[in-house]
């Protein structure tokens, strides 16, 4: 099993600051690794897939780069609806595991 | 538009099965997999197997192995996820999710989840 892990746990930044994320796979992924957002009481929202592509509707500010083992997820610059739980997850080799999560939160 | 709607909030008591259902529409069911993440309160998610609607292949998690089975009923678009032998820490919301393309599993569409509570 692919064990994924993310750094930090937490994340404290100002509005308007940049935030880099950062997750690392135990084996090579390839480029089939994706970014999600999870708010609470909310379901996990699909930022990037494919190390690097955005998904539908996202916003320009979130950015994915990376392959193999190691990969960044960075939001330009934060905005206040991007104060959330993010998580990254590997769809190269089963199971397709999840991080433990990086958690954004105000500085 | 394309959504996954799950069945209603469950309360098992340990040792009992549940089934969770998640209709599909808005597109064509047998085109795409689907996935099933859960979520224990305060934690992390995971993914616990995949099934094919187009041909019912599956693919669990080794932990849940035994314990879990995924179904599908492709005349009315829904996926099924049923877990047996309950514990107290399979307590969690339970998701069902379609990825972007049917060729990688990159989920976009979740449904709204389904809490299940495991409790004597």
């Known amino acids: 099993e692919i064990v994924m892990t993310q750094s930090p746990a937490t994340l404290s930044v100002s509005p308007g600051e940049r935030a880099t994320l950062s997750c690392r796979a135990s084996q090579s992924v390839s480029s089939n690794l994706a970014w999600y957002q999870q708010k609470p009481g909310q379901a996990p929202r699909l930022l990037i897939y494919g190390a690097s592509t955005r998904a539908t509707g996202i916003p320009a500010r979130f950015s994915g780069s990376g392959s193999g083992t190691e990969f960044t997820l960075t939001i330009s610059s934060l905005q206040s609806e991007d104060f959330a739980v993010y998580y990254c997850q590997q769809y190269n080799n089963w199971p397709h595991t999840f991080g433990p999560g990086t958690k954004v939160d105000i500085k | 538009q394309v959504q996954l709607v799950q069945s209603g909030a469950e309360v098992k008591k340990p040792g009992a099965s549940v089934k969770v259902s998640c209709k599909a529409s808005?597109?064509?069911?047998?085109?795409?997999?689907i996935s099933w993440v859960r979520q224990a309160p305060g934690q992390g998610l995971e993914w616990m197997g995949w099934i094919s609607a187009y041909n019912g292949n599956t693919n669990y998690a080794q932990k849940l192995q035994g314990r879990v089975t995924m179904t599908t009923d492709t005349s009315t678009s829904t996926a099924y996820m049923e877990l047996r032998s309950l514990r107290s820490d399979d307590t969690a919301v339970y998701y069902c999710?379609?990825?972007?393309?049917?060729?990688?599993?990159?989920?976009?569409?979740w449904g709204q989840g389904t809490m299940v509570t495991v409790s004597s």
């Open positions: 999710a379609r990825p972007t393309s049917p060729y990688h599993d990159a989920f976009d569409i």
């Open positions: 808005g597109y064509t069911f047998t085109s795409y997999g």
